[in-house]
């Protein structure tokens, strides 16, 4: 069986919608608890559209439900970049469990030059499976960038911000 958002409304509170002048980390003025979005039928398509990962992956049980795990994951960039937003207000939210060492094992994926991107308000942290690279607080409209390089003869993990390069 499917899974459904229940009274969850994490993504209400996370995301930035810009077609409501809505910030990321503060809730959607329609939000009203154990009743859901007050505009349903009229929501702005960035909301219609949106599935986060825990939806539409059998693999996450409901401890990841967004609203419990308080963070919720999704993919951008054709599945290259899997980002993992954090409720600003319990900000170490992903380094409990079952969630770090999962996150971790995920982040395997950087040796294959994917990308797992932590974000807690403008704050960036790159996951790697033996280390996390903390940006700081980075403008979202600049781009970030993140892999492997090879140094003193290993393959070691990098995260950088390209200040005059706009996101794409
Ligand atoms: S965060 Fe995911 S589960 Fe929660 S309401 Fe949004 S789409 Fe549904
Ligand atoms: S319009 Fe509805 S679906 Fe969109 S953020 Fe607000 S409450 Fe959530």
């Given at each position: 069986m499917g899974k459904s958002c229940g009274e969850c409304?994490?993504?209400?509170?996370?995301?930035?919608?810009?077609?409501?002048?809505?910030?990321?980390?503060?809730?959607?003025?329609?939000?009203k608890r154990a009743a859901?979005?007050?505009v349903y039928e009229d929501r702005p398509p960035a909301c219609?559209?949106?599935?986060?990962?825990?939806l539409d992956s059998e693999k996450l049980d409901e401890a990841w439900r967004p609203d419990r795990a308080k963070f919720l994951?999704?993919?951008?960039?054709?599945?290259?970049?899997?980002?993992?937003?954090?409720?600003?207000?319990?900000p170490t939210a992903r380094k409990r469990e079952p969630y770090y060492r999962r996150l971790k094992a995920m982040s395997e994926l950087a040796k294959e030059g994917r990308e797992l991107v932590v974000c807690i308000g403008d704050r960036r942290?790159?996951?790697?499976p033996h280390e996390d690279v903390d940006l700081g607080l980075v403008d979202?409209?600049?781009?970030?960038?993140?892999g492997y390089a090879e140094?003193?003869?290993?393959?070691?993990?990098?995260?950088?911000i390209l200040s005059d390069v706009a996101t794409s």
């Open positions: 409304g994490m993504c209400c509170k996370l995301l930035a919608i810009q077609a409501l002048d809505k910030p990321a980390g503060a809730w959607c003025g329609h939000f859901g979005c007050g219609r559209g949106f599935i986060c990962l825990w994951m999704y993919t951008e960039k054709n599945g290259r970049r899997l980002n993992v937003i954090v409720d600003p207000s319990q942290i790159v996951v790697f979202p409209e600049h781009k970030l960038v993140s140094r003193d003869g290993m393959m070691t993990p990098y995260a950088m």
